[in-house]
């Protein structure tokens, strides 16, 4: 018997079920726990079920009825328990469904997706259901108290229950809306992962794998739709450069410097395959547009073949597709890199002028490494030391610290 595979592969899909069948979020994780804890102690014995699935969805949903019944006694004395909840009634075994069927995890994520739903609680109660991450990971990831994400999952469930949002796919008329939402929770969970915003690890290689994970079961149930096939593959091209993103002194290193011997070629091959499927489906949107750009980093065999010419025409489309400042500050970067540091400083600078991305940590270290390579000593200490003064990855501040003392010593050299 190996249960802890089970857990990992099944407990999120049995979640799923069990929150359809009862309609309450905490019930069906506690009954769900409980069903665990009962396999853990009855299948060493008995022997694992033909359908460990079936048996646990049987288990947790019957443990959560009884739960309903015991509360409707001491609620309502005398009421009938039986129409306490909708669903199968309890001492019918579960059954997998014949032939194909829309998997629970898709009605899962589009309820915890719902408009109705702050963005960040959408993420939190995402990778608490589907990831099942722990309440104290979820909010290291947010950077908050665990009694402040404690409250915030507890406020998104009783929206859900009190507002009584569908638990179902939406409509084709409404599934772009929310779609939006779906692959937008999932890349953030990637993105706090891949590039952390607190603490000492620049990867949190558990967010990265339940996203992609996430991705797959998005491109698996809706094959026909671009942007699920462009996120996997923006995930997939991003996470194939993770080995090499971290220095043996436990700093950042830059693309530019990475080992690219490090880098995973099968993701980096499936990645690119999703790309193009992706474009073919739907043409450039913003996940494809994203991971067209990642692929033609990560298929160019050394720094210098990268060809950022493209590159800088990708992010005029992508700005055309998906107007945003963060992809303003990449284009000026690929252009630097295409035409020259001048012609990116003075996109910086336009940024900049319209008062936009003040406290983005990125946006000074862009600037920063422009300054260095046109030799401008002390303006690029002095955008070094915003940028160190800004972030909050150790990693990265490990790697700003480094580029500081550099730009410092030349700015002494070249001053005596």
């Known amino acids: 018997m190996d249960l802890e595979r089970i857990y990992k592969e099944e407990s999120g899909r049995v979640l799923a079920t069990v929150i359809g069948l009862v309609g309450d979020f905490d019930l069906a994780e506690d009954a769900v726990q409980e069903a665990f804890a009962s396999a853990l102690e009855r299948w060493p014995s008995e022997g694992t079920p033909q359908s460990p699935r079936a048996w646990l969805v049987t288990t947790a949903r019957n443990r959560a009825f009884d739960r309903l019944?015991?509360?409707?006694?001491?609620?309502?004395?005398?009421?009938?328990?039986?129409?306490?909840?909708?669903?199968?009634?309890?001492?019918?075994?579960?059954?997998?469904?014949?032939?194909?069927e829309l998997d629970d995890r898709l009605r899962l994520i589009f309820t915890c997706c719902h408009p109705a739903l702050a963005t960040d609680a959408?993420?939190?109660?995402?990778?608490?259901?589907?990831?099942?991450?722990?309440?104290?990971e979820i909010a290291r990831?947010?950077?908050?108290?665990?009694?402040?994400?404690?409250?915030?999952?507890?406020?998104?469930?009783?929206?859900?229950?009190?507002?009584?949002?569908?638990?179902?796919?939406?409509?084709?008329?409404?599934?772009?809306?929310?779609?939006d939402a779906v692959l937008l929770a999932v890349y953030l969970v990637f993105t706090e992962g891949y590039a952390a915003t607190f603490g000492e690890a620049m990867v949190r290689r558990e967010l990265c794998a339940e996203a992609i994970r996430l991705g797959r079961l998005l491109?698996?149930?809706?094959?026909?739709?671009?942007?699920?096939?462009?996120?996997?593959?923006?995930?997939?091209?991003?996470?194939?450069?993770?080995?090499?993103?971290?220095?043996?002194?436990?700093?950042?290193?830059?693309?530019?410097?990475?080992?690219?011997?490090?880098?995973?070629?099968?993701?980096?091959?499936?990645?690119?395959?999703?790309?193009?499927?992706?474009?073919?489906?739907?043409?450039?949107?913003?996940?494809?547009?994203?991971?067209?750009?990642?692929?033609?980093?990560?298929?160019?065999?050394?720094?210098?073949?990268?060809?950022?010419?493209?590159?800088?025409?990708?992010?005029?489309?992508?700005?055309?597709?998906?107007?945003?400042?963060?992809?303003?500050?990449?284009?000026?970067?690929?252009?630097?890199?295409?035409?020259?540091?001048?012609?990116?400083?003075?996109?910086?600078?336009?940024?900049?002028?319209?008062?936009e991305l003040p406290e983005y940590h990125l946006f000074p270290a862009a600037r920063a490494d422009l300054l260095r390579r046109l030799a401008r000593w002390e303006e690029s200490a002095a955008a070094y030391a915003r940028a160190l003064a800004l972030a909050e990855n150790e990693a990265e501040r490990r790697y700003l610290t480094r580029r500081l003392a550099q730009v410092r010593r030349a700015a002494r050299v070249g001053g005596s």
């Open 141 to 179: 990831a947010f950077l908050v108290p665990v009694a402040t994400m404690a409250q915030r999952l507890v406020r998104a469930k009783r929206k859900i229950r009190d507002a009584r949002i569908p638990y179902r796919v939406p409509e084709e008329r409404d599934l772009r809306e929310r779609l």
């Open 219 to 355: 491109v698996e149930l809706m094959p026909r739709r671009a942007e699920p096939a462009g996120l996997l593959a923006l995930m997939l091209l991003h996470d194939s450069r993770r080995d090499a993103r971290v220095g043996a002194d436990g700093a950042l290193v830059p693309l530019e410097e990475q080992d690219r011997a490090l880098w995973d070629r099968d993701e980096i091959r499936e990645g690119a395959a999703l790309v193009e499927a992706s474009l073919r489906a739907g043409g450039p949107g913003v996940y494809p547009l994203q991971a067209a750009i990642a692929a033609l980093h990560a298929q160019a065999v050394r720094a210098e073949d990268t060809d950022w010419t493209q590159i800088a025409l990708l992010y005029d489309v992508l700005l055309g597709v998906h107007p945003s400042p963060v992809i303003e500050l990449n284009r000026a970067a690929a252009v630097a890199m295409a035409r020259g540091p001048e012609e990116g400083l003075r996109l910086l600078d336009a940024i900049a002028a319209r008062g």
């Open 122 to 136: 959408q993420v939190a109660l995402t990778l608490r259901t589907l990831g099942g991450l722990s309440t104290e």
């Open 69 to 100: 019944r015991r509360r409707a006694r001491v609620e309502k004395p005398g009421g009938d328990p039986e129409s306490l909840a909708s669903g199968q009634e309890p001492s019918v075994p579960f059954e997998e469904p014949a032939g194909p």
